[in-house]
């Protein structure tokens, strides 16, 4: 009798996956597919329903150029300047304070993803605005987007990159120039722009190289494992008292990779906890802490225990909870959420909505996103202020392109900060 072939993957499916390895990036398979059908109608081709056939053999035969260009569809370069103001706010007195204690040790500043040059061009405007020297200061940015650096180049940016109701920056800075801007050339010399792979970059010959690192809504688009070796690049690249702005939704994962937030309103800001960091930081509830994937393993079954669990009860409740921390952290999925399922079986209080939130971490990691969305949402259901639920279906929505992504990620800010100012009632 012959085996039974493996399932043929849809064009969406393959590309996403080659995506992912190339890149890092997890996509949908709607969107992977839909930058596969544009570029091949950009080659002439006109698949129709022959798209699958037409689509496997243009993945197969992908040259580093057509690659590089499908990745150029998926990735989101937009950005405006002085997004945030809050966080070059932070990074400005941050630099000045480290100024003034070494004023002869040059600061170096790095933006990644820097997408058309919005942000490191706005941190060259910050510090001059803060007068600032520019022999005082490096600024590096780095983007995947070779389409995007070649924009950011050139200083011009459209109306669209001014928002807010504050432009005086703009009568500073920029002159117009057709139907935009062009940034002066003197803030235009003071970064310096190269392609790279955050994944890929040589972390030895680079390590602690950077006093501040713009590294805000990347994370967004990784799945859990390639998020955790985003961080350790980003861990290595940072000095020990350096600071590291992020992107509101992505501080949990930074958090449970050896970085602690800091009380700054309105800058989602970062340092490094000292060496060495233990796998799960401590907390005051355990399954607040997103799960890390380990490495791809088998699970080997557990032998049977003679003593039966104790009945699970509100008392025990907690440790119940950290049980199902520690095995989801060492891999055992399944054991994890069986705990958890025999929590919810309880009026546990704070335990019944972080069980659904570990619930939620391990189907998104099984890849099973309308059940993580399921279980986020149990928990926001039963505690309003859950910020890391928040943030996972904030992520979520975005990936998936859901109309409820901004509220959520509004939500989630709104709690970061009463968490910032020790305020912990909604």
Not at 30 to 54: C, K
Not at 326 to 344: F, V
């Amino acid at each position: 009798m012959a085996a039974a072939s493996a399932p043929r993957l849809s064009c969406g499916a393959l590309a996403r996956d080659l995506l992912r390895a190339a890149s890092g990036l997890d996509v949908s398979e709607a969107a992977a597919e839909r930058a596969v059908r544009e570029r091949l109608i950009g080659r002439g081709h006109l698949p129709g329903a022959a798209l699958q056939d037409v689509a496997e053999a243009y993945l197969a035969n992908l040259t580093p150029a057509e690659l590089a260009a499908l990745i150029e569809l998926v990735v989101v370069p937009e950005s405006w300047l002085f997004r945030d103001p809050d966080a070059f706010a932070a990074a400005t007195a941050f630099v000045q304070r480290r100024l003034q204690q070494a004023p002869e040790r040059p600061l170096r500043i790095l933006s990644l993803p820097c997408a058309g040059g919005e942000e490191p061009y706005t941190m060259a405007m910050a510090l001059l605005d803060a007068g600032v020297p520019a022999s005082s200061c490096r600024i590096d940015a780095i983007d995947l987007s070779q389409v995007a650096l070649t924009r950011a180049r050139t200083g011009w940016f459209s109306r669209n990159a001014f928002r807010g109701a504050d432009l005086a920056f703009r009568e500073r800075h920029f002159v117009p120039a057709g139907a935009g801007y062009q940034i002066s050339e003197a803030l235009r010399g003071q970064v310096n722009f190269s392609q790279g792979n955050i994944l890929t970059i040589d972390c030895a010959t680079q390590a602690g190289r950077y006093d501040v690192i713009f590294c805000r809504n990347l994370l967004i688009y990784f799945d859990a494992p390639t998020s955790a070796a985003a961080v350790g690049v980003l861990r290595a690249l940072l000095a020990d008292d350096g600071m590291l702005l992020a992107g509101y939704a992505e501080v949990p994962t930074f958090c449970a990779n050896g970085f602690h937030a800091l009380r700054l309103p309105g800058a989602f800001a970062l340092q490094k906890n000292p060496a060495p960091v233990a796998l799960t930081p401590p907390a005051p509830t355990p399954a607040r802490a997103p799960v890390r994937a380990p490495a791809p393993r088998l699970v080997q079954p557990r032998a049977a225990d003679p003593t039966p669990p104790p009945a699970p009860t509100a008392a025990n409740a907690a440790q119940m909870l950290a049980d199902a921390q520690r095995l989801a952290d060492g891999g055992d999925y399944p054991g994890a959420a069986s705990i958890c399922r025999r929590l919810l079986q309880l009026d546990a209080g704070a335990e019944t909505a972080d069980a659904y939130y570990l619930l939620g971490l391990i189907a998104d990691l099984e890849h099973q996103p309308d059940a993580a969305a399921g279980h986020w949402r149990r928990c926001v259901y039963l505690r309003p202020d859950h910020y890391e639920a928040l943030c996972q279906l904030a992520i979520l929505a975005e990936r998936t392109g859901q109309d409820d992504a901004a509220s959520l990620r509004q939500r989630a800010a709104r709690v970061y900060q009463r968490r910032q100012s020790g305020a912990d009632t909604p």
